[in-house]
């Protein structure tokens, strides 16, 4: 199993900036992806944001590309993603994952994102 934990949500004002983080805990994530999701009211879990741990190799949603930057750090097992220029239709729960054997496999619980415009 891995254990997943977010961190860093919060309230913002639109064009602004906020950094979650994710530790990682329990079996290795070397040979997984990482990577971030949101669900606003009402709508389904989105892909936000992926990283290949072994690699570093990332891929992004569009809605995000450009603004959203994730990252990773080795010797702390944790996952990052840092939000630039946010607005209002980021707001969601943001939870991080990990896969097990290429599927989204492990969540955390999730972090609040509020833009507010």
């Known amino acids: 199993q891995v254990q997943l934990v977010e961190s860093g949500g919060g309230l913002v004002q639109a064009g602004g900036s906020l950094r979650l983080s994710c530790a990682a805990s329990?079996?290795?994530?070397?040979?997984?992806?990482m990577g971030w999701f949101r669900q606003a009211p009402g709508k389904e879990r989105d892909f936000v944001a992926q990283?290949?741990?072994?690699?570093?190799?990332?891929d992004y949603s569009d809605s995000v590309k450009g603004r959203f930057t994730i990252s990773r750090d080795n010797a702390k097992n944790l996952v990052y993603l840092q939000m630039n220029s946010l607005k209002p239709e980021d707001t969601a729960v943001y939870y991080c994952?990990?896969?097990?054997?290429?599927?989204?496999?492990?969540w955390g619980q999730g972090t609040q994102v509020t833009v507010s415009s």
């Open positions: 329990g079996r290795t994530v070397i040979n997984r992806y």
């Open positions: 990283i290949r741990w072994s690699s570093g190799s990332t």
């Open positions: 994952a990990a896969t097990n054997a290429n599927l989204w496999a492990h």
